[in-house]
């Protein structure tokens, strides 16, 4: 589903990223670990096209998205990839709802339509007591809870994760690591996790092992 040949990325002349191959099937939970300092994050977000590579490719399916620009490329993005970060980046001025639905609303749904997806994804994870409440309301658990709702709200190819459990204590660590593999079993669901968490690394699908910039 996802393919990524030859990536390199430098910053000076630092070469952060030495030709790195990555396959990625539907349906999968990959995660890539490795020191800090390895190019785990910097793959990623190129992954995720919020970075480009200085060379290589990367596919989905049968788009080429680095010959994507501008509108076309936030376009792609919003509709085909979903992100969890460390620390859930929800909007503090807005409810649980509001937050899981933007991404929806910024890809041209219309507000009902968005709104009731929203709030299927949020009952679906438990939180339909919590539609109302804002970000500082919620625990640490719930936060990324809603943060995972919100990088499914529209249905994407592919969840990106940098450490979406990191700041989590180990309960709700475990119950998160939990919900990836249930979301991959129920809903088909690709994940690619970047974690240094050898438990959840342990449980996936396949690990990708980083080091100096290349998959070992």
């Known amino acids: 589903m996802i393919e990524a040949k030859n990536i390199v990325k430098r910053y000076g002349d630092l070469e952060v990223l030495r030709g790195v191959d990555v396959s990625i099937g539907r349906g999968e939970v990959v995660t890539i670990v490795g020191?800090?300092?390895a190019?785990?994050?910097t793959l990623l977000q190129i992954i995720g096209t919020l970075d480009r590579p200085d060379a290589g490719t990367v596919r989905y399916v049968d788009t080429d998205v680095l010959r994507l620009?501008?509108?076309d490329l936030s376009r792609f993005r919003n509709r085909n990839i979903g992100f969890v970060f460390q620390f859930h980046q929800l909007l503090p001025e807005f409810t649980t709802l509001e937050n899981v639905a933007i991404p929806a609303l910024i890809g041209g749904e219309k507000r009902e339509a968005a709104f009731e997806r929203s709030r299927e994804l949020l009952r679906y994870l438990?939180?339909?007591e919590r539609l109302d409440h804002k970000p500082s309301q919620l625990s640490g658990g719930e936060r990324q809870r809603v943060a995972v709702a919100r990088a499914l709200i529209n249905r994407p190819q592919v969840v990106l994760a940098d450490e979406p459990s990191g700041s989590l204590d180990t309960a709700n660590k475990q119950a998160l690591h939990k919900l990836f593999f249930?979301?991959?079993d129920e809903m088909q669901q690709t994940f690619v996790i970047v974690t240094h968490d050898e438990s959840l690394a342990a449980e996936a699908d396949r690990v990708l092992r980083m080091q100096d910039g290349l998959i070992v």
């Open 35 to 37: 020191p800090s300092g």
């Open 39 to 41: 190019g785990k994050t």
């Open 69 to 71: 620009r501008g509108k």
């Open 126 to 128: 438990h939180l339909e």
């Open 182 to 184: 249930q979301l991959r």
